[in-house]
C-alpha cells in the first residue's frame, strides 16, 4: 500500500485574537510558501490556510454541508459506525484506540448519551487541539454533531481549559453560528474546566462535569462506559472528531489514501524545542520521523526527540528515520500519542531537560495515590541531583528503582508516563548520564530550557 | 477461575496492615505502600487474602474472582 | 449522700434492689471510663500506627475494635441499671437527649451526650464501608470529646469520688490519655503532608510558542 508522497502540510503560526473581525485568525507566517494544499486526501487545515476564515459559511463553501441524518433514518448510525469501521480512524488523544470500537461500546450501553469534545490539551508541548478550535472549529463541530447522531446523544459539552481563551471564544463563537441551525440538530455547550495537566484524562474530565474535583478515577475494566449523571458518556478527542468529520463526507477510501495500512490518515503534530518555526502541522501518518523534524527547521545537529508528550519517550537521532506510525516508532522505543514532538539539539543537555519534565509532572499529580505522590518528586529530585553533578553513587541505581517502582501503581497513566519517559532518557542520554554520574556537569545544564512552557526554575508551590 | 488480588491506589492509605496479613504476596514500598503480585492467589492463602480485604481501613485492599488482570 | 436523699427518697419497697442497681451503675459506670480510657489509646496507637514484630497494625486495630465493643456494653449496662433504678428518675428519653433528666441535669446530660458521640461512632464504623471516608473520619475525631465528657460525668455525678481508689483510677487514666493524645498531635503534625492540595491552578506556564495561541 503506498505512503502518500505529498503531504497535507499547515504550518500554523497563528496569533489567534479576539478582534473585532469575527471570522479571521489573524496570521503571521515566516515563510509565505508553506501551506500546500493537496488535492487529495482532504486536510483539516487546508480550508483555513485557503481561505483565511473560520465562519460557517466559508465552512460550507469549502466542504458543503455535513452529511447528517435525515429525519427518521434509522439506519443512519449503523451506516456510519460502519464507514468509521472501514477509515480505520484511531484517537487522536494520545491512545489511538480505534474510535468505531469506542463509539460501539457507549452505543451498547443503555439509557441516555452524552458526547464529550476533549480539546482540554492539558499537555504544554501541545497545540493541536488550540489550533483546530481556533482555525477550523466548524470541522471540529460537524465531527462532534455526526458522532452525537451516531451515538443518539442528548448533548454536546465541549471542554476547553480554563487558560485557553482564544480557543474558547472561537469555539464559542462558532457554536453560536450554529444553534438552530439543521447543521446543529444536537445541542452544544461550551464548559471551561480548570488546565491541570491530568485534568485532559477522560475520567478525570468525566469527573469535573460531574461536579467533582477533575481527578482521574481509577478504572480497573476500561469497558465500563463513563457516565455523567445518568448519561453515558463517549469523550473524544477534538482532532478525532474533525477527522470523522472528513471521513463521513469524503469517505473511508480518502482517508485510507493517506497514511499507511495500520496507520492511516492525517494526523497533527506540534513541533517545539529546537527549531526555528515551532508549531502545528498536518503530516500524513508514515512520513519519517526526520522529514517531518526538518519542516520545523532545527535549529542544529538533532540529538534526540522527546516524542508523544512529556509523558512520553526520548528517542535517539539515530530513529530519524523510522516512519512516523504508532507501530513503527513504537518498535523503535517511540510513541505518537498526542503528536507532540520535541527537538533537541547539540547545544542543550538532556539530561537538565530530563529533569525539568521529571519536576513538572511530580508538581501536576493529582495527588490521589501515593506511589505518584510520593515517587514522582523523588524522582524529580534525583534528576536534578544527576543534572547538576552532585550525584551521589547509588544514584541511577536508586533512580532505576525507583521509576520501576513508581510504574502501574497509580489509578492513571501519568507514574507510567513518567517511568517511561525517565528510562528512555537514561538510555537515550546514557553517555551524558554516566559523565554526570561522575560529577561532572555539561555545559548546557545551565542554558534556559527548550521545551515549551517550562521556564527552568520551580513552580510556584500552591495550597 | 482463581482469586487475584489488587489495591485501588486512590482509596489506599497506606496502612500496611495487607503487608502484615499477606507478606507472600505482598511487599510494601519505601513510602509504605503495597506493591502486589498481580497474578492469581495461591488457594491455601485465599483466606488470608480474604481477611486483609476485610481488615483494610479504606477498603482499598481487594480480591477478586478473575482470571484476568485487574488493570 | 445516699443517706440525705434517703430523706426524700420515694420510699417504695426496692431500697434493697435499687441499692444493687445504684453499685452496679457506679461499678459499671467505673468501668467503662476505663475501658473508654483503654479504648482510646488504642484508637490512638492504631492511628500512629505504632505497630512492632509482635503487635501488628490489623491486630491493634482488632483490639482496638473489641474493646470498644465491650465498653459499649458496660455503657449499656450503666444506663439500663441508672434508668430502672426508680430512686432517682432519669427518663428514657434522658439517655439520648442532653439535660432532659430532672435529676442532676447537667452532670446526666454530660452523660447523654456522651452516649450521642459513642452512638455516632458506633453507627458509623458498622456502616463505615458504605458511607464517605471523611464523613467516618470526621465523627470519629469528635468521639475524641466522649472521653473528657466520660470524665466530667463521673466527677459530677461524684458519688465514689471521694475514695483514694478510685483518684488515683481515674488520674491513671487522664495521664494515659494525656500522654496518647499529645503524642497523636505531635505526630500527626510532624508527618508529612500527604496530598498536595488539588486545587486549580488558574495560571499556567505557556504552551508551545504557537505564537501567543494560548492566552
Known sequence: MPTATTDATATTDATATTDSAPTTCTYGSADGSRGVVPPHPPSLLAAWHASRRTDLAAHLTHHGPPPLPGRGDASWPQRFAGVLEASGLTGRGGASFPSATKLGLVRSARGRRTLVVNAMEGEPASAKDKVLLSCVPHLVLDGAELAACALGATGIVVCVADDHDDAAAAVKRAVAERRGTVHAPVPVEVLRPPGRYVAGEESALVSWLNGGPGAPAWRPDKRNPLAIGRSAALVHNAETLAHMALVARYGPASFRAAGSVDAPGTSLVTLSGGVEHPGVFEVSMGTTLGAIVNRARPTGEVVAVLTGGFGGTWVPAGALGIPYTPRSLGAAGGVVGAGVLVVLTRDACGIAETARVARYMAGESAGQCGPCVFGLPAVADDLERLATGSADPSLVARLQMRVASVDGRGACRHPDGVARMVRSALSVFAADAAAHAERRPCAFGGAPSVLPGIVGKRKASRA | ?71 | MRSELAAGGHGCGGIVSSSVLWYATRATGLMTLVLLTATTVLGILTANRSTSGRWPGFALQDLHRRVSVITMGFLACHILTSVVDTYVHIGWTAIVVPFASSYKRLWVGLGSIGVDLLLAVAVTSWLRHRIRARTWRVVHWLAYLSWPVALSHSFGMGTDMHQSWVIDLTVGCIAVVVGAATWRIVLAAARRRRALAFAPVHHRPEGVPVKHLSA
Open chain 2, 1 to 71: 477461575m482463581s482469586a487475584v488480588v489488587t489495591v485501588n491506589p486512590i482509596a489506599c492509605e497506606a496502612y500496611g496492615y495487607c503487608a502484615e496479613l499477606l507478606p507472600e504476596l505482598v511487599t510494601l514500598d519505601e513510602w509504605g505502600y503495597p506493591v502486589v503480585d498481580g497474578g492469581p492467589v495461591p488457594p491455601h492463602l485465599v483466606e488470608l487474602a480474604r481477611r486483609a480485604a476485610k481488615e483494610c481501613p479504606r477498603r482499598a485492599f481487594l480480591v477478586k474472582r478473575s482470571v484476568e488482570r485487574a488493570r
